[in-house]
């Protein structure tokens, strides 16, 4: 039996607490990061004091984060920031092994969600940590006398680095917010190496499929798109890439891949996998080219990269479920393949971006918490990149929780670098 907790909760069923102490210690042992940054907190407690309203995805990943600031000296209150991310096991483990009041249950209904956000709120919160804005955005509407105990807020994605901007520009927003999406060891490693690897691996879990020797189209060639071609290559495969960027493009060929029209890649293609942004990249004139057998997958947010009204048009009545997260589409004789209904392949038929990954964009969160108790005062009503040195931080951890010692310029050449009187 579990005691009761001391502390205010609203989890699922608290029963689930060892099963999620077993999966966050599994996380942990892959955010080496995050683990130096807890230790030096545990012993410096740059949080001591601070109250901080986070709202989060509550995942292992998640709660290692909260372990971090809670050993910073902070007291945390955690709401889900989707009602269907939370792993009730996690929520169980962070109120009765760790100690940090937690208020989410997966599946949560709208109102329960907006009561965990108000439960957070209601503890006056001076530090806001968000993903997607909703506790900025709530304490902006409901709670505007509470505004000025709010030293500033961090936001984890760009959806909610949106939302910011956006009333920023309108001058609503009223206290600063760090967005750590913006840091690059977030974006570098989350879209390129993270949705890379991840992005295979929902592939191959809903497929099956060999990829050495395969044709596979890599649409778009921004960080995700990079990351998808190189890993697919790893695996054997010819790799071509549509872009509309030529910048892009050329760099896709001298990378060492095709680069073709979306016309062109259609009837070349064996699987195709979009990470443009963008709407209809591949229609119904593509799919009326492309081969028996053909395979389509998408890694960009929306589930709009695909033309999925004109295919399910195209093969009405004769649409089936052949594989878990596999849908056929027959046309004309002729069958096309859509892998998790044309959703974020990485999460739909994976499990989104390995702890190695989240690692990183926490460490960055954890370290602008930090940040936050130290500047506040010089801080204003803006939206702010992660300071170049937190970032610089983030990676020399990395680095040294894999052994790697980095060079340091010498003074010669500090000078060198730092004088415009050098000529030839
Ligand atoms: N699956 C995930 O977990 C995950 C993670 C991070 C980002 N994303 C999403 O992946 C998408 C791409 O992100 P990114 O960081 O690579 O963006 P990016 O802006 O770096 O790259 C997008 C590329 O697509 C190209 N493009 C745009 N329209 C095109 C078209 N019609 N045809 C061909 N190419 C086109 C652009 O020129 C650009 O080079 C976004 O929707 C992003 O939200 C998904």
Redesign the pocket.
């Known amino acids: 039996m579990t005691d009761t907790p001391r502390i205010p909760y609203d989890v699922t069923d608290l029963g689930q607490a060892a099963e999620g102490v077993r999966r966050i210690e599994w996380a942990d042992r892959e955010m080496p990061v995050l683990r130096l940054i807890r230790e030096r907190f545990e012993r410096e407690q740059p949080l001591k004091g601070m109250r901080i309203g986070a709202c989060l995805h509550v995942t292992t990943e998640t709660a290692n984060l909260m372990r971090t600031l809670k050993a910073g000296g902070a007291e945390v209150h955690l709401a889900a920031s989707n009602p269907l991310s939370t792993q009730d096991w996690t929520a169980a483990a962070l109120v009765s092994e760790y100690g940090i009041s937690t208020y989410a249950r997966r599946g949560e209904d709208n109102s329960v969600y907006y009561s965990h956000l108000r439960t957070v709120a209601d503890t006056h919160p001076v530090l806001t940590m968000d993903d997607g804005c909703d506790l900025v955005s709530l304490l902006h509407k409901e709670r505007p006398d509470q505004i000025p105990e709010i030293l500033a807020g961090t936001e984890e994605t ?1 959806t909610g680095v949106i939302r910011l901007r956006a009333m920023a520009a309108d001058g609503a927003l009223r206290f600063p917010v760090v967005a750590v999406n913006e840091a690059d060891t977030k974006h570098l490693f ?2 390129r190496y993270g ?1 890379g690897q991840s ?1 295979i691996d929902g592939l191959l879990r809903a497929t099956n499929i060999l990829l050495a020797g395969r044709n596979v189209v890599v ?7 990079r990351g998808i071609a190189s890993r697919m290559s790893g695996h054997g495969a010819h790799v071509a890439i ?4 030529p910048i ?1 493009a050329i760099e896709a060929l001298m990378d060492g891949y095709q680069v073709m029209t979306v016309g062109q890649a259609a009837p070349w293609g064996d699987v195709f996998v979009t ?4 709407v209809n ?1 591949f229609r119904r004139e593509h799919f009326e080219t492309m081969r028996d057998g053909a395979i389509m997958a998408n ?3 929306f589930d709009a990269e695909l033309d999925l009204p004109a295919l399910r048009a195209m093969a009405e009545g004769h649409i089936r479920d052949v594989r878990p997260n596999v849908q056929e589409f027959e046309i004309g004789g002729k069958r096309l393949h859509l892998v998790a209904e044309g959703r ?1 392949v ?2 739909g038929a994976a499990e ?2 390995p702890a190695a990954v989240m690692d990183l964009s926490f460490a960055n969160q954890a370290l602008a918490a930090e940040y936050v108790a130290k500047h506040h005062q010089e801080l204003e009503a803006q939206v702010y990149v992660v300071p170049k040195a937190i970032d610089a931080e983030v990676a020399r951890l990395k680095l040294a929780s894999m052994g790697i010692v980095l060079d340091q310029m010498t003074e010669q050449q500090l000078e060198y670098v730092s004088s415009w009187q050098h000529g030839t």
Request: charge should be negative.
């Open positions: 760009t989350d879209n949705t992005t649409a778009g060639y921004g960080w995700v798109g549509v872009e509309v960027d892009r990470a443009t942004g963008n990249v890694s960009g947010h974020l990485n999460l989104g971006h």
